[in-house]
């Protein structure tokens, strides 16, 4: 484990609590930022700060805030490499610490995950030391596949029991003020990730909540019609606002904290006196109800947005209305102020973001953009290429020894919902919601042909070992068996009463088990189209399955938040794998066939122990797994995620448990 670590586990628990707390406060009292610095950047005194009981995740996030970066850039020892390197270890925690406050064990992948593609010394150092640092089990992964320090999520904050539909932060950035439809308003603390308190007095839901500048007050709008405010102080309801004759869907709060500006789907807006709590006037000229409200940084003039598709721009000393401005086709969901008063940003759900001139009115620009799921993924058999398809209607295919994209397949008119690759990895099978599947070549990257036949969405395919054949699954309840030679169906398989999710084809091609929206699995004989048997046993929805080489066995994933494996000899469910707490939507199964992969709703890819049928290893990742697939060394992990995010990832430590 290192000098360090082998050090500290051979003192008592007292002794080690002594020595995590007092080592850093120590260095920077003496002036020693050398040795703080080394400190902070030692993978084994990460990893022993945040298991101590005494300590954990939030104590260890502290350490790096005992020296401010000023002054560590005036020591001798630092320059601002150091500065940059601590700061991005320190993110990249806040980052992980939904995740690692449940698991610590996951430093080492969750560090890797976002540090791994940053040049600095410091960090490539203790990556090279987290690298080797499990003696268990776990999946090392090969790039950086988590969103880096920077961007994303930081944390979670876990307390309301329904939707969350407003969330505000004070000017310090220190807490966090949110409202949802459990009809409370909760104050955070944005350092601990700690609820403080929970304002209660709202009839009903919560739809928007500001902040006065100095943070002193909160002003919350309900679905009750009123406004409250708060003092955030003491917790407690100061007065409430009423005037307005339906919901209260947005707020905004002048600089100086003396007023609020509310819009109401009665259409209106209404300005507020918070010192006396009345109504100063009401604000006319939406035709629809009033979805957002911003104000300029010099409290002269409001923005708001409304169904009625238009922003207007109000003078807040006369209560008159200044502009119109037109140009989204749909509702305006939102609008924001820049700092010197003179741009508006409004997003619509015509899918656009616009920019405006607050002077002329006019639009200055126009904003468009998407994110696309990865729905299905396939590794070729030489484990040196993923293929991957996405709602953007394209396949990508990635080299994984260097994790670099190689080329974009195009052809598709809608999404991509399942891939298959031939043993020899010269072509790929694609199933789209267009109803067809297309045949690729990858050597060159060219369409072959298109497979037509279903009439509705293609969900699944897999392709036989000799690849000759390819097996297609589709909402319209059926499988095809094509000839990949002639690009023509071969027969089609009926039996399902609902659409097939998924498909897999035993080593030998003589059967294929099908997956389906109607809970059960099919096994069917491909010489003859004939159904074998059903598999019964899941109560839910089949979203994945896999077959072992020795055509076994097969692991199914379902909406029940499990996985079954089954005997293909007798058609009995073996035992049930548990672990996941939401849908299972992808299975993977090693060639030796005794570990088997899953990646779920959950955000997790689990790696089970199919003798035993424990869960060896977990990683946690960002978005709901969609896909995974496996090399054929058994180690190798490819998962995609619904954010567009691929994991590539190496399951090391195998040989503790030999």
């Not at 401010?68 to 270890?89: C, G, Q, R």
Request: proline share 2%; charged share 20%.
């Amino acid at each position: 484990m290192g000098e360090f670590a082998d050090k500290l586990a051979a003192e008592k628990l007292y002794y080690q609590r002594a020595y995590l707390g007092s080592l850093l406060p120590n260095y920077v009292k003496s002036g020693n930022l050398g040795k703080y610095y080394q400190t902070l950047t030692d993978f084994n005194f990460l990893m022993a700060k945040i298991q101590h009981p005494d300590f954990g995740l939030q104590a260890l996030i502290d350490d790096f805030d005992l020296v401010d970066d000023s002054e560590a850039l005036t020591h001798p020892e630092y320059n601002s490499e150091k500065v940059e390197a601590l700061n991005l270890i320190q993110a990249a925690l806040w980052k992980s610490a939904d995740i690692l406050t449940l698991d610590k064990t996951q430093l080492a992948e969750q560090l890797l995950g976002r540090l791994l593609h940053f040049n600095i010394p410091a960090i490539q150092g203790m990556a090279e030391v987290a690298k080797q640092w499990k003696a268990a089990p776990w999946l090392r992964p090969l790039t950086s596949c988590l969103t880096p320090p920077g961007r994303g999520l930081l944390r979670t904050l876990n307390g309301h029991s329904d939707w969350v539909n407003a969330v505000a932060v004070t000017a310090d950035g220190k807490r966090a003020i949110s409202g949802s439809d459990d009809k409370t308003i909760k104050v955070w603390d944005l350092t601990t990730g700690k609820e403080q308190f929970t304002l209660n007095g709202h009839s009903s839901s919560v739809s928007a909540v500001a902040v006065t500048a100095d943070g002193k007050r909160a002003i919350s709008g309900s679905y009750d019609t009123t406004l409250k405010v708060w003092d955030l102080t003491i917790g407690k309801q100061q007065f409430t606002l009423k005037g307005h004759t339906n919901s209260v869907n947005a707020v905004a709060v002048t600089a100086d904290g003396k007023r609020a500006i509310s819009g109401s789907s009665d259409k209106t807006l209404k300005v507020w006196d918070l010192t006396t709590g009345k109504e100063l006037f009401t604000l006319k000229g939406h035709t629809n109800s009033v979805n957002a409200v911003a104000v300029t940084a010099d409290g002269k003039r409001a923005i708001s947005d409304s169904r009625d598709k238009t922003i207007k721009v109000w003078d807040l000393t006369t209560g008159n209305e200044l502009l119109t401005l037109n140009g989204h086709s749909s509702s305006v969901n939102a609008v924001g102020v820049t700092a010197d008063g003179k741009r508006a940003i409004s997003n619509s759900r015509d899918k656009t973001i616009k920019v405006w001139d607050l002077t002329t009115g006019n639009e200055l620009l126009t904003l468009n953009s998407h994110t696309s799921w990865v729905n299905a993924l396939a590794v070729t058999a030489d484990g040196k290429r993923a293929i991957y398809g996405s709602d953007d209607q394209t396949l990508k295919v990635w080299d994984l020894t260097t994790g670099k994209e190689q080329f974009t397949l195009n052809g598709h008119s809608s999404s991509v919902n399942a891939v298959g690759v031939t043993a020899d990895g010269k072509r790929a099978i694609s199933g789209s919601f267009d109803n067809t599947l297309k045949v690729w070549d990858l050597t060159t990257g060219k369409k072959q042909f298109t497979l037509q036949g279903h009439t509705h969405f293609v969900k699944a395919v897999a392709v036989t070992a000799d690849g000759k054949r390819a097996i297609s699954g589709s909402f319209d309840n059926t499988l095809k068996v094509w000839d990949l030679t002639t690009g023509k169906e071969q027969f089609t398989l009926n039996g399902h009463t609902n659409s097939v999710q998924a498909v897999a084809v035993t080593a030998d091609g003589k059967r294929a088990i099908s997956g389906s929206y109607d809970d059960t699995l099919k096994v069917w004989d491909l010489t003859t189209g004939k159904e074998q048997f059903t598999l019964k046993g899941h109560s839910s929805v089949v979203k994945a399955v896999a077959v072992t080489a020795d055509g076994k066995r097969a692991i199914s994933g379902s909406d029940d938040k499990t996985l079954k494996v089954w005997d293909l000899t007798t058609g009995k469910e073996q035992f049930t794998l548990k672990g996941h707490s939401i849908v299972v939507k992808a299975v993977a199964v090693t060639a030796d066939g005794k570990r088997a992969i899953s990646g779920s709703n959950d955000n997790t890819i689990k790696v089970w122990d199919l003798a035993t049928g424990n869960v060896i290893v977990s990683f946690t990742g960002e978005s709901p797994i969609a896909s995974c697939a496996i090399a054929p060394d058994g180690l190798t992990i490819v998962a995609g995620d619904e954010s567009g995010r691929v994991y590539f990832l190496r399951l090391e430590g195998m040989e503790e448990l030999t």
